[in-house]
T-cell receptor, first 111, second 114 residues
């Protein structure tokens, strides 16, 4: 089983739609979690950190479920500019301080 | 505040040659990470440096090596280049509260091996 797994998509949604991505992780000792956005052939950019209580930033909501070992990202009122690959990142921490990236979920917002 | 800077932006080498990639972290960041992203694939962890020492490395052969300098900038060296080394190499740095701090990426170096 992969350490971090994401549905690769693509998710094709119309503008204005609500879309949700899940990301599961295998190491229960994982300490911190992030969502990144990556545009084609560009570097990943931090979208948001994921806090235990869940957090929201405008149209984006991130949640963490430690019991089931997954994090989620909800995008409301999708815009064309949201089209990108969304990467979840899990920090296992400890001496190795491993940061594991999921392979990403491709979102294509259609006009 | 300047972000993470990487050089060169593009690098073209032939098989068997050596490549050196450079990275300057955000001011105040002591941790530097290197990742490889081959076309259409996910990010693969290469190396982590902190306070001048290699702390962890990914599942890559020894011909991938690097170092971190006293000013926390870093170099990634790839010896005996192979065609499959062609990829985007991303450097990222991280703040003092390492476990809860996100990574900040540079624009990457696109290495092409012919």
């Amino acid at each position: 089983r992969k350490e971090v797994e994401q549905d690769p998509g693509p998710f094709n949604v119309p503008e204005g739609a609500t879309v949700a991505f899940n990301c599961t992780y295998s190491n229960s000792a994982s300490q911190s979690f992030f969502w990144y956005r990556q545009d084609c052939r560009k570097e990943p950019k931090l979208l948001m950190s994921v806090y235990s209580s869940g957090n929201e930033d405008g149209r984006f909501t991130a949640q963490l479920n430690r019991a089931s070992q997954y994090i989620s990202l909800l995008i409301r009122d999708s815009k064309l500019s949201d089209s990108a690959t969304y990467l979840c990142v899990v920090n296992v921490g400890g001496a190795t301080n491993k940061l594991i990236f999921g392979t990403g979920t491709l979102l294509a917002v259609q006009p | 505040e300047a972000g993470v800077t990487q050089s060169p932006t593009h690098l073209i080498k032939t098989r068997g040659q050596q490549a050196t990639l450079r990275c300057s972290p955000i001011s105040g960041h002591t941790s530097v990470y290197w990742y490889q992203q081959a076309l259409g694939l996910g990010l693969q962890f290469l190396l982590w440096y902190d306070e001048g020492e290699e702390r962890n490395r990914g599942n890559f052969p020894p011909r991938f090596s690097g170092r971190q300098f006293p000013n926390y900038s870093s170099e990634l060296n790839v010896n005996a280049l192979e065609l499959e080394d062609s990829a985007l190499y991303l450097c990222a740095s991280r703040g003092q509260n390492v476990y809860n701090s996100p990574l900040h990426f540079g624009n990457g170096t696109r290495l092409t091996v012919t």
